[in-house]
């Protein structure tokens, strides 16, 4: 399945720069004609479909307003495409400040919606701040404001502010400031040790929050601020010093949304719930995975709440939450007409408005709160892994509550996804790699070393096939496991493709001092520089569509495009032999798998969960969503190798799950990541964003998938000569299988 981590950050990331205007321009769109761009504005996405121009129609104020429109064409690189109108302006003014960003916005379409965007960039392509309204996106097609703050780094160079419109469809934006403002209160409560009665109180609360906020359908807990919950909750909570105290404290913060819970010490039995007059239904949460209030429109997850069709005794959810205390909880809310019954008490509390930060022990501990809830109720792999999660949640809120910073904090959530193994599982906070860059060389593990496999071209002092001991005087392996254990995957070849690119990092411009082990068993040192650099080092290979040899060609998956595909299939349909090489992610379409068959190619088996119980109870799972390719002419030869490896993973893999189940093709090189299914993308307090995966992919004969992955028929893991010679091991090897499949290769 398609991977869409964060897809439209990484491609605004893309979004080729302009020069900065020394200031805004044109914020009222009057400058310029109709039909055209708008002076000091640019539109990168015009490849792609979309078009900009200044407009007449129905302006918010004065005569012009901008106007985003089209429909989605593919991109190169296989990921949805956009509408973008922008703006680049110098950021000296703005550095060390906080600037909103506010324009009027409408939009039309079914399914479109619009964002607000800023972006800061700094040297040396630095993240700064961000923020693309990705959590909370536009879909009035009357005009209204909105706006964007953020604290502009005290080195950004250019601040780059605009208008997207996602999928098909018309966005207007009109009457745009940009201005410093005040900076807003940060919360930052000092870090400190959890008390035993604490940490009780702290994992009571996380419980009860996961089963009212998932699964108790009120119409304030559907519109409820989770995060300020999570996060002024744990303050309220965490003091009390017994279980009557506990059950007051809780009270104060679940009732407001949730008036028929029932709060109690533990072993005192509760009257049974009454129905309140005028009821003439009930309502249930329905899950499919797990759905955010403003998800991203690519995401095929979804929660919502569901109207009974007669009116029916709620299920009722009664548990011992920790703590000394309980809880009664309806998994089903009366309603009449109009609202859920009955009506609060109680008024919901006033909660500080200052931002969150990872440098606030109570927003790390909301956040764990938060992402241990989501995972414990939707993440469909719990049955596979080997994971206690109700110890993860007492090391994670110890930690949490005592880390020094944010970026401590960015490790504790580390090591809490880490624990789950999936490959898709990652936290993202730029923050955290800030003034970070890589050696300019590649590596991996082969047998017990760790070996140099690619060297950039203006480097010296190091070869291929270098075999590295130590790093800066440390065991080289020994840190390539510590990282390892912070890695998310469901195998360790997915683990060490990340841990690998990990291993490489410095602060940028620092040397790190290798030391070599010669092949004669000497040793020698070797300083290299961490340093920026415009893309990813990649290993060599050839031409991303080649004859190799007469009648054998080879085709990079991970390169080419579609139009590549096209302009060269006769020729392959000719072929006497083809090796596609999918050691890595591809951006070709899957249509490709097409030409490799006579009849209709099913994709493995997606299952997403349709969660109506907490803790994962009483799944059902939903199949709707097969893959199913048609058989395309011309038909290439029978005669095909595939190259893969552990850093093929989710949509590479549903490509190599169909080869391997419909036997297209003898599969060469290393095990996949073992890792498929769409993603879901969790935002929490602080900034920081949880990745994991929201379905259940098994193989076609429906057999378990995560952890395992896709096995080469012919398996060919390079060797440290074969590394020093220069020499692709496994493209020799599928040069080699086709050869002996009735023509040599040579």
Not at 323 to 337: C, F, K
Not at 468 to 489: F, H, T
Not at 675 to 680: F, R
Not at 691 to 719: A, E, N, Q, Y
């Amino acid at each position: 399945m398609l991977r869409k981590s964060l897809v439209v950050l990484l491609l605004l990331a893309a979004v080729p720069l302009c020069a900065a205007n020394p200031a805004p321009v044109n914020l009222d769109f009057e400058s310029g004609s109709l039909g055209e761009v708008p002076p000091g504005w640019h539109s990168p996405t015009v490849q792609w479909g979309y078009t900009a121009a200044i407009v007449a129609d129905m302006a918010k104020q004065g005569k012009q307003s901008a106007r985003v429109s089209g429909a989605p064409k593919p991109t190169q690189s296989g990921r949805p495409a956009f509408g973008n109108l922008m703006q680049t302006i110098d950021a000296t003014p703005y550095r060390g400040k906080r600037v909103r960003f506010r324009g009027a916005v409408r939009v039309e379409g079914a399914g479109a919606t619009a964002l607000l965007w800023m972006r800061a960039d700094r040297p040396a392509r630095q993240p700064g701040f961000f923020d693309n309204m990705q959590d909370r996106p536009i879909r009035s097609a009357e005009w209204t404001y909105y706006e964007i703050a953020g604290d502009i780094e005290d080195d950004a160079e250019s601040l780059n502010i605009g208008v997207m419109l996602q999928q098909s469809g018309t966005a207007w934006l009109d009457d745009v400031t940009i201005e410093i403002i005040p900076k807003q209160p940060t919360r930052a409560a000092a870090p400190r040790a959890l008390a035993p009665r604490g940490l009780e109180n702290l994992i009571a609360f996380t419980r009860l929050l996961g089963y009212v906020r998932h699964f108790h359908p009120t119409d304030q807990v559907d519109a409820a601020d989770w995060n300020a919950i999570a996060v002024n909750g744990v303050e309220i909570v965490e003091g009390a010093q017994s279980a009557e105290e506990l059950v007051s404290r809780l009270q104060d913060v679940f009732l407001p949304v949730a008036p028929s819970i029932r709060i109690h010490v533990a072993g005192v039995v509760q009257p049974k719930i009454s129905r309140p007059e005028d009821t003439t239904t009930t309502f249930a949460y329905e899950h499919r995975g797990f759905g955010e209030k403003a998800p991203d429109w690519r995401s095929i997850y979804s929660t919502k709440r569901v109207r009974a069709m007669k009116l029916r005794d709620p299920r009722i959810l009664t548990t011992d939450l920790g703590g000394g205390v309980a809880a009664t909880i309806p998994l089903d809310v009366y309603a009449d007409a109009r609202r859920t019954l009955p009506h609060p008490t109680r008024a919901m509390p006033q909660y500080p408005t200052a931002a969150y930060t990872g440098k606030d022990r109570s927003t790390r501990l909301g956040a764990v709160v938060l992402i241990w809830n989501v995972l414990q109720h939707f993440y469909p792999y719990f049955d596979v892994v080997d994971v206690d999660w109700n110890a993860e949640l007492t090391t994670a809120l110890r930690a949490a509550a005592t880390d020094e910073d944010d970026r401590a904090f960015f490790f504790t959530l580390r090591r809490m996804i880490a624990s789950i193994d999936d490959g898709h599982g990652a936290v993202v906070y730029p923050a955290a790699w800030r003034g970070r860059a890589s050696l300019p060389i590649l590596w991996r593990v082969v047998g017990d070393s760790l070996v140099i496999t690619t060297v950039d071209a203006d480097v010296t002092g190091v070869s291929a096939g270098d075999v590295v001991e130590a790093i800066n005087g440390k065991p080289a392996l020994p840190m390539l496991r510590e990282i390892d254990a912070q890695i998310s995957g469901a195998t360790l070849q997915w683990k060490r493709t990340q841990s690998l690119r990990e291993l490489a990092l410095g602060p940028t411009g620092a040397q790190s001092t290798l030391t070599i082990r010669n092949p004669d068993g000497t040793t020698r040192t070797a300083q290299l520089t961490h340093t920026p650099r415009e893309g990813l080092l990649a290993e060599k290979r050839p031409e991303k569509i080649a004859e190799l040899k007469p009648g054998y060609w080879y085709v990079d998956l991970d390169r080419i495009t579609d139009a590549d595909f096209t302009g060269a299939v006769y020729k392959l349909a000719d072929a006497k032999g083809i090796v596609f090489d999918m050691r890595g992610y591809p951006r070709a379409d899957r249509k490709l798998l097409g030409y490799l068959s006579g009849e209709p190619l099913h994709s493995a088996r997606w299952n997403v969960p349709v969660s109506r119980w907490p803790n994962r109870e009483h799944v059902e799972w939903d199949t709707s969503g097969r893959w199913t390719q048609p058989p395309l002419s011309p038909r290439l030869p029978r005669n095909v190798v595939f190259l893969t490896n552990g850093r093929a993973i989710s949509y590479a893999e549903t490509w190599m799950g169909i080869v391997e189940a419909y036997k297209l093709g003898t599969m060469v090189g290393e095990p996949t990541a073992g890792t498929n299914g769409n993603i879901n993308v969790v935002h929490l307090p602080g900034d920081y964003r949880v990745v994991f995966t929201g379905m259940k992919v098994l193989k076609h004969d429906g057999s378990r998938h995560h952890g395992i992955g896709i096995v080469p028929t012919v398996p060919v893991t390079p060797t440290i000569d074969g590394i020093r010679a220069g020499r692709d091991e496994q493209l020799e090897k599928a040069l080699e299988v086709l050869g002996s499949a009735g023509v040599p290769a040579g």
